[in-house]
């Protein structure tokens, strides 16, 4: 089992396990002498990782909870729900509470564990591959509020987030994809040639899907890995394992997101946007398809500004496509940019744009968003 550090002043305060099985959970879980489960409902029903938990939580006597899972229930109400079963079921502080879902439900139990008796432990088993690389490493955790995304929210570690690439058999191809992107973004971010490879393996794995389930597409919302190709998930683990060591040293380097950190967000200043529009005009591009397109704008933004080579951004769409994660971009950059100013992390009318210089080299730059739309 691999083993992933993320430290602040360094000590360890969060562990990141990389293993191919989920044999191993019990042993990271003996440590922990009160622990409470928190499951997506839609995990319960699908994901196998289910039937292997709920025996090992009927061995140990542990309570679950299973939540419902959307954005729109990612509130304050359901945190409030999961402080109270907490509660009720004699959670005290010497509580761990195990989140296991994806990104929606990691951001939401690690809130609620960080707020129960002014805060109690909490660890993550994701399932997700957005989750396994991005969402639940590096102690982010939140829900919407006001109309914005995670508006509410803390940054409290978890002991410990058990990625098993295996849970993501049941995952719909649309949620493989959203991670697909993320995984790229972080090697866009530091590469030490992982970039490459990742694009080799996913384009791989896209061309084989749409060669066995001729007629369904990536993005249509009920199409799952077909059997054939769930002996390859194994060859995602090493990429799994590069970013979540990423990820693990941005955190380190930056916990509380006052400088690299802002690298993380690369193509979501672009794709938060395309995703908000989306939404209001009813539209279905989902996550991972508005951060590609927004990876693409954000490399656009640093040919203009002369910070990229001619042909960059080109070649990052070529990489994209192959892996079938560009789609059509109905909104213009105008749309764009009044849906930007209106995003959370607009800061005294300016907006971190997130540039790549090149794969491996990404810069923060503080621009006003007329600038841009000037400059496109
Ligand atoms: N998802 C970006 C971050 O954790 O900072």
Redo the contacts with the bound molecule.
Sequence with gaps: MEQINIYSAEEVVSRIYVEDGMEMLEACLKPYEHVFVVMDANVAMNCPVAYEMSQMMNRHGVPGMLVDVSEEAKCMETVMDICGWLLENGADRDALVLGVGGGITTDMVGFAASLYKRGVRCAYVPTTLLAQV??A??G?TGVNFGGYKNMLGTICQPEFTYICPQVLESLPMEAFQAGAAEMLKTFIIEDNGNYQEAVRLLKDLADDFVAICQGATLSDGEARWPEVLLPRLAELTPLIAAAARV?AG??SRDQF?TGE?RK??LGHTFGHAIESLAHRHRNDIDHGHAVALGMVYAAQLAEKLELAEPGFAAAIERDLDSCLLLIFNPYSIQDMAEAMTKDKKAEGGKVHFILPRAVGDVVVCDMAVEDVVALF
């Design positions: 991005d969402a490493i590096g982010k990820k941005v955190v997101e950190r993380l967000n």
